[in-house]
């Protein structure tokens, strides 16, 4: 297993996020088939798998009331085990391939209004809060990057100093995204500014190689403070629960989209692999222009 997963980490490149989540989902899977089978799991016996025992998992996953996305990413990681085997001349595990994948259940993003989008940014709906004012501008400053550069909360928080340009001195961003791909995205010189007014308060000295945005105590900074600090705007502009900092990357691909934007630009700016990961916004914007037709047009 730590074999495999060093081979998807130096071969593949994936996140550390889906390495964790694929040894998780490995482990879960051993352990259930030492309780299934009432014996210890080895290379052998595991090379033996049929096709029962793995919808025997999938069953109990389910459930446990494990969504179908989770279960889909489940079956993803124990079928790329089962050929890292096979290439390592350990059996060959054919019963994995022989199951069908779950469903799972299509949903369109939930992006905010324009209007909510631009708001989100203002410090001064927070500025009730017990709270140091470096903090606020901190937090303005990282959601105005989500939704002015569509960014995934990683990417933001993964930004060095030496990342960012000063106001007037550039207008685009290095980030690195899933895979550790880079990719060049623009970035809007009012949100730099609000960087920069960041920098200005923050008390901590920021090394070009370190993180721009840091905690409360100067250590990196963590993504649930910035869901804490969208849930808190939520309330002051009365914004439901779907009202998330990864929402904001959603509102700026719904919002370009709905300007005209091209879906392959699209597609670039947010580090999507495949078009039709993107492809899912046009959803959102049909959706949308169907609830202007039907509250607008006389015969509705």
Known sequence: MTRWLGHLRAER?????????????????????GQHWAQKVTLARFAGLEASDVRSFM??????????????????????????????????????????????AKSLPKPLQMTAAKRIVDADLRAGEDREP?????????????????????????????????????????????????????VLQNVLQLITDYVAVCPYHLAPEQPI???????PLSP?????????????????DSATPHALRHSFATHLLARGGDLRAIQELLGHASLSTTQIYTGVDAERLMDVYRSAHPRS
Do not use: C, H
């Open 213 to 219: 945005f840091v905690g409360a105590k100067g250590g």
């Open 13 to 33: 490149r994936l996140s550390p996020k889906t390495l964790e989540a694929y040894a998780r989902d490995l482990r879960q899977f051993v352990l259930f088939l």
């Open 224 to 240: 649930r403070i910035i869901q804490l600090a969208m849930a808190s705007l939520r309330g002051a502009l009365g914004l439901p």
């Open 134 to 186: 470096w903090i606020l501008a901190r937090d303005a400053a990282v959601l105005a990057l989500l939704y002015g550069s569509g960014l995934r909360i990683s990417e933001a928080l993964g930004l060095k100093r030496r990342d960012v340009p000063a106001p007037g001195e550039g207008d685009v961003l290095v980030v690195t995204g899933k895979g550790n791909k880079t990719r060049m995205v623009p």
């Open 59 to 104: 069953a109990a996953r389910r459930a446990e009331e494990v969504a179908g996305r989770s279960l889909m990413r489940a079956l993803a990681g124990l079928r790329s085990f089962a050929r890292f085997l096979e290439r390592e001349g350990k059996g060959r595990v054919g019963a994995l391939a022989a199951i069908r994948a779950p469903k799972v």
